[in-house]
C-alpha cells in the first residue's frame, strides 16, 4: 500500500490517461491544454458518483461536437473494473457510478496514509508569500483584526496541504504619524509612573490602560532624564522603545490564537534601506512614474487652499486603475501608496506568487497596489501573481446585544479577552463558518451554545461522539470484513472522500472557509448516520451480536474522524475527544 492513492488522485490520473490514449488515437490533437478539465462529484447525487467535464471543454480542440467526444471518452472509461456505468448526460457531461470496493479501498486509503489523507502536490513547492493582520503597532489586538488573522493563517495552513511553502508574514506600519503619537503617549505614562499627575488623556493620544506598564519600564530605564525634556530629545527614542512593545504584546496576543508569523518586516527599516527610492527609480527608467499634476478633487468644489502642485506619479491607469496615483506628498514624505509599493516589490524577490489579507475598508487601494505590484514584477521579467483578500469586519454580540468596549484598550474590545472567554478552537472555527467577504455576527452565548446550530459544536462532537463509541465498543475497528459495509456505509465513505478534492480546490480558489463547510457536512452526514441506529438498532454502529460488522463499522467510523481531524488540522483547530 506504500503507493496508495486517494480515490479522487485515482481517477483524475484515470481521465488523463483516457485523454492521452485519445491523443494516440489522433482524436485529440498532441498536447492539448486540460487545465479546465475537472473530476467531481455531479450536483445531483443521483445522477451518479463522479462526473467530468472533459468532453465539454475539449470538443472544440477535437474538431467534434461534446457527446461525439463524449461517446470515445466513455468507451475508454467502461473498460475500467471499478466503473460499473459511464453515461453521458445532457450535451456533453459524463457520469461515472463507481463499485462498492473502490469505496472500499477508500476506506483502506484514509487507514494507510493517516494525518497525509488529503495531502496534495499541487503547489509544487512554490514559494508564496502571505501577509496577513499587520495592524498598526499602536496597541493590543482587537476583533477587528481577528478575521483577518484567522484567515491568513488558515489560508497559510491550507496551501501548505495543497504543497506549497508559504511565508507568514506581517508588515509593521513603523514609520507613520501614528508611531509618533504613540511615543507621546507612552512619555505621558512615563511621567505618571514618575509621579506626575497626568489627569485625563489629551484627545489625539492613546488612552488604553496598556501602555501603563510601557511607561513603567521606560521609568526604569532612564529614571526621570527625558521627564521635562524637549520632545526632540526622546521621540525617537521612546517610539522605538513603544513600538518594540507593542510588538511584543501583539505576538502575545496572536499566539493565544494558535497564530506565529515567519517575518515581520519594519516600515521603517524599508525606508532607511531606500528601498522606496530604489522602486521609484526602477519605474522611472521603465516609463511607469512620471511628474505630473493631480486633478482637482472630483464630485464637489477644491478647497479654497487647494493648489496645483508637480508630483511623481505612477501610471496606474494604464493597470486599470481610474487615475494615476502619487508615490509621493508635496513635503517630499512617501504616501502609503509610495512606501507599500515599495514593500511588495521587496516581497516579490524572494516569492513565486504573494496573497495580501485586508480588511474591507481597503477595498478601494486594492486596483492600485495590483497595478503597481504587475508593473514591478513583470517589467523585472518576472509574473508574480498578486491576490488580495477582503475581510469584512465582525460584529460583537452578547445575547444579541453589541458588547461593550474594553476598558483596557479604552475603545475597543480586546482579542484577548475574547479567547480566554470562549477558547481559541471556537474563534477559529466561527471566523471560518462564513466567507470572509460576508458580514459575521459573533455572539458569546451562541458560539459556546451546545446545539446543531452551532457549527463549532456540531463538528467538535461528532468526533467526540466516534471517540466515544470507539471506547465503549469493546471491539478494535477492523479492515478484515469491510465487505459487509452497505449501502448507508458507503454513502459516508462518499462524503468524506471528498476531502482531497476539497483540499486542491480551495487551496486553488484561496478560501479556506471551504474547508469548514466541507467539514460541516461531513460532521451533518455522520450524526445522520449515528442517528439512524435510534430508530432501527440494526443500524447501529456496535452490534453485540455481530463482532465482524461491529468491527467494518468502527473501521469506516475511525476514518471518519481522521479526516475530520485533518481538515480542522488545516484551520489550525485542535479535535476534541470529549465533551
Known amino acids: 500500500m506504500a503507493d496508495m492513492q486517494t480515490l479522487h488522485a485515482a481517477f483524475v490520473a484515470r481521465i488523463d490517461a483516457v485523454l492521452n490514449a485519445l491523443e494516440m488515437e489522433g482524436v485529440l490533437p498532441a498536447d492539448t491544454p486540460r487545465a479546465n478539465v475537472t473530476v467531481e462529484p455531479p450536483r445531483d447525487p443521483s445522477h451518479g458518483d463522479l462526473a467530468t467535464n472533459a468532453a465539454m471543454v475539449l470538443a472544440k480542440q477535437a474538431k467534434t461536437n461534446p457527446r461525439a467526444l463524449a461517446e470515445k471518452i466513455v468507451e475508454h472509461l467502461e473498460r475500467e473494473p471499478d466503473i460499473v456505468e459511464a453515461t453521458i448526460a445532457g450535451p456533453g457531461f459524463i457520469n461515472l457510478r463507481l463499485s462498492p470496493e473502490a469505496w472500499r479501498r477508500e476506506l483502506l486509503a484514509i487507514a494507510h496514509l493517516g494525518q497525509d489523507y488529503g495531502r496534495s502536490d499541487m503547489g509544487k513547492g512554490q514559494t508564496v508569500n502571505i501577509e496577513y493582520v499587520s495592524a498598526n503597532p499602536t496597541g493590543p489586538m482587537h476583533m477587528g483584526h481577528c478575521r483577518?488573522?484567522?484567515?491568513?493563517?488558515?489560508?497559510?495552513?491550507?496551501?501548505?496541504?495543497?504543497?506549497?511553502?508559504?511565508?507568514?508574514?506581517?508588515?509593521?506600519?513603523?514609520?507613520?504619524?501614528?508611531?509618533?503619537?504613540?511615543?507621546?503617549?507612552?512619555?505621558?505614562?512615563?511621567?505618571?509612573?514618575?509621579?506626575?499627575?497626568?489627569?485625563?488623556?489629551?484627545?489625539?493620544?492613546?488612552?488604553?490602560?496598556?501602555?501603563?506598564?510601557?511607561?513603567?519600564?521606560?521609568?526604569?530605564?532612564?529614571?526621570?532624564?527625558?521627564?521635562?525634556?524637549?520632545?526632540?530629545?526622546?521621540?525617537?527614542?521612546?517610539?522605538q522603545r513603544s513600538v518594540a512593545a507593542m510588538m511584543d504584546?501583539?505576538?502575545?496576543?496572536?499566539?493565544?490564537?494558535?497564530?506565529?508569523?515567519?517575518?515581520?518586516?519594519?516600515?521603517?527599516?524599508?525606508?532607511?534601506?531606500?528601498?522606496?527610492?530604489?522602486?521609484?527609480?526602477?519605474?522611472?527608467?521603465?516609463?511607469?512614474?512620471?511628474?505630473?499634476?493631480?486633478?482637482?478633487?472630483?464630485?464637489?468644489?477644491?478647497?479654497?487652499?487647494?493648489?496645483?502642485?508637480?508630483?511623481?506619479?505612477?501610471?496606474?491607469?494604464?493597470?486599470?486603475?481610474?487615475?494615476?496615483?502619487?508615490?509621493?506628498?508635496?513635503?517630499?514624505?512617501?504616501?502609503?501608496?509610495?512606501?507599500?509599493?515599495?514593500?511588495?516589490?521587496?516581497?516579490?524577490?524572494?516569492?513565486?506568487?504573494?496573497?495580501?489579507?485586508?480588511?474591507?475598508?481597503?477595498?478601494?487601494?486594492?486596483?492600485?497596489i495590483k497595478a503597481a505590484v504587475a508593473a514591478l514584477t513583470k517589467g523585472a521579467g518576472r509574473d508574480v501573481p498578486f491576490d488580495v483578500k477582503l475581510v469584512q469586519m465582525v460584529k460583537l454580540l452578547r445575547d444579541g446585544e453589541p458588547v461593550k468596549m474594553s476598558k483596557r484598550s479604552g475603545t475597543f474590545v480586546t482579542?484577548?479577552?475574547?479567547?480566554?472567554e470562549v477558547g481559541k478552537d471556537v474563534v477559529r472555527f466561527t471566523m471560518l463558518t462564513r466567507k470572509p467577504d460576508a458580514q459575521m455576527e459573533f455572539d458569546f452565548a451562541k458560539v459556546v451554545e451546545a446545539s446543531k446550530d452551532n457549527p463549532v459544536f456540531y463538528l467538535q462532537y461528532a468526533h467526540a461522539r466516534i471517540h466515544s463509541t470507539l471506547r465503549k465498543a469493546g471491539v478494535e475497528p477492523s479492515d478484515a470484513h469491510l465487505d459487509r459495509l452497505g449501502d448507508d456505509e458507503l454513502a459516508l465513505v462518499r462524503e468524506a472522500s471528498q476531502f482531497p478534492r476539497v483540499v486542491e480546490s480551495a487551496a486553488k480558489a484561496r478560501e479556506p472557509h471551504r474547508i469548514a463547510f466541507f467539514l460541516g457536512d461531513l460532521a451533518a452526514a455522520f450524526h445522520s448516520f449515528w442517528n439512524a441506529g435510534n430508530d432501527d438498532p440494526s443500524k447501529r454502529i456496535i452490534q453485540e451480536s455481530d463482532p465482524e460488522l461491529t468491527a467494518a463499522r468502527l473501521f469506516l467510523a475511525t476514518q471518519v474522524g481522521q479526516v475530520i481531524r485533518n481538515g480542522l488540522a488545516i484551520l489550525g483547530v485542535e479535535a476534541v475527544e470529549e465533551m
Open 148 to 239: 483577518g488573522a484567522v484567515v491568513g493563517d488558515a489560508l497559510s495552513g491550507l496551501l501548505e496541504w495543497a504543497g506549497h511553502r508559504v511565508t507568514r508574514e506581517y508588515y509593521v506600519n513603523d514609520a507613520g504619524g501614528q508611531v509618533d503619537v504613540l511615543a507621546r503617549s507612552a512619555h505621558l505614562r512615563y511621567r505618571e509612573a514618575l509621579g506626575d499627575d497626568i489627569g485625563e488623556i489629551p484627545e489625539g493620544l492613546y488612552p488604553g490602560d496598556y501602555l501603563k506598564p510601557v511607561g513603567e519600564r521606560l521609568a526604569q530605564e532612564f529614571g526621570p532624564a527625558y521627564k521635562d525634556a524637549p520632545e526632540g530629545e526622546w521621540l525617537e527614542l521612546f517610539r
Open 249 to 368: 504584546m501583539i505576538r502575545e496576543d496572536l499566539s493565544l490564537l494558535g497564530i506565529h508569523h515567519d517575518l515581520f518586516s519594519s516600515e521603517a527599516e524599508l525606508q532607511a534601506a531606500k528601498k522606496p527610492e530604489a522602486a521609484e527609480a526602477w519605474l522611472r527608467e521603465h516609463g511607469f512614474v512620471y511628474d505630473g499634476v493631480l486633478e482637482a478633487p472630483k464630485g464637489k468644489a477644491p478647497p479654497e487652499d487647494w493648489e496645483p502642485v508637480e508630483l511623481p506619479l505612477f501610471r496606474s491607469t494604464e493597470f486599470g486603475d481610474d487615475q494615476d496615483r502619487p508615490i509621493k506628498k508635496s513635503n517630499g514624505a512617501w504616501t502609503y501608496f509610495g512606501a507599500d509599493l515599495a514593500y511588495h516589490f521587496q516581497k516579490a524577490e524572494k516569492a513565486d506568487a504573494l496573497i495580501d489579507i485586508w480588511g474591507a475598508d481597503h477595498a478601494g487601494t486594492v486596483k492600485r
Open 415 to 420: 482579542l484577548a479577552d475574547v479567547v480566554n
